[in-house]
């Protein structure tokens, strides 16, 4: 059942989808032990790991609907926890060698730019941007890909078609996610326009 939106609803904190959301962060510790901290290092396990906290990315959003417990936290958290676990699974799995640099790299740029484009439109006052569906599928299926590739490289039986089924995922992931990063650039500009024409504290920008 959903919960009444009262006055001041998009303000809470405490709700059962950033709860969602802070558990999932809090999971990047035990990927990070089971890759590096784990003897032997178990990168199947920690494959396991990150791919259970990408293929729960769609929970906290669908609990924050079907409750209705839709927050100002919750709209900045999910995709600041995505771009956190996105990021530091790259840049581990690009320290572990299991990824081509390549699309290691042209992840961690994008995610960079994005990020730093997130803060310069907010200290700007711009209104907040809603994640558009094609940044959350590209970056979906980059949260497939990079599991895989951990699984490629260890010593799974099903290791040369984890290995198929990465290259598959990880072109479209990155076509759409640099298509998103595109588009995201006129309604940035919009967003600009639309927040200095509200209050201050009213802005605030959620990339892509």
């Not at 390549?102 to 711009?126: N, Q």
């Not at 290259?167 to 200095?196: D, E, H, K, N």
């Not at 024409?197 to 802005?203: F, H, L, N, S």
């Amino acid at each position: 059942m959903a919960l009444s939106d009262g006055v001041g609803a998009e303000d809470r904190v405490l709700t059962l989808p950033n709860l969602v959301t802070a558990v999932r962060l809090a999971c990047v510790p035990l990927f990070l032990w089971l890759l590096f901290g784990h003897h032997p290092h178990d990168r199947y396990a920690a494959a396991l790991v990150l791919a259970a906290l990408g293929c729960t990315d769609w929970v906290d959003g669908y609990l924050a609907r079907r409750l209705g417990q839709v927050s100002t936290l919750g709209k900045v958290l999910d995709p600041t926890a995505d771009r956190i676990l996105l990021g530091v699974g790259v840049l581990a799995i690009m320290i572990d060698g299991s990824v081509p640099v390549w699309i290691g790299v042209t992840v961690v740029v994008r995610e960079a730019v994005v990020g730093m484009a997130a803060i310069g439109l907010a200290l700007a006052g711009a209104r907040r941007i809603d994640v558009q569906w094609v940044g959350k599928a590209g970056t979906f299926a980059l949260m497939v890909t990079f599991p895989l590739f951990l699984v490629a490289h260890s010593t799974a039986g099903w290791r040369g078609a984890a290995r198929v089924t990465a290259w598959c995922c990880a072109l479209p992931g990155l076509c759409l996610s640099i298509y998103a990063a595109a588009t995201y650039v006129p309604l940035a500009r919009r967003a600009v326009v639309s927040g200095r024409r509200t209050r201050p504290g009213e802005g605030g920008a959620t990339p892509a």
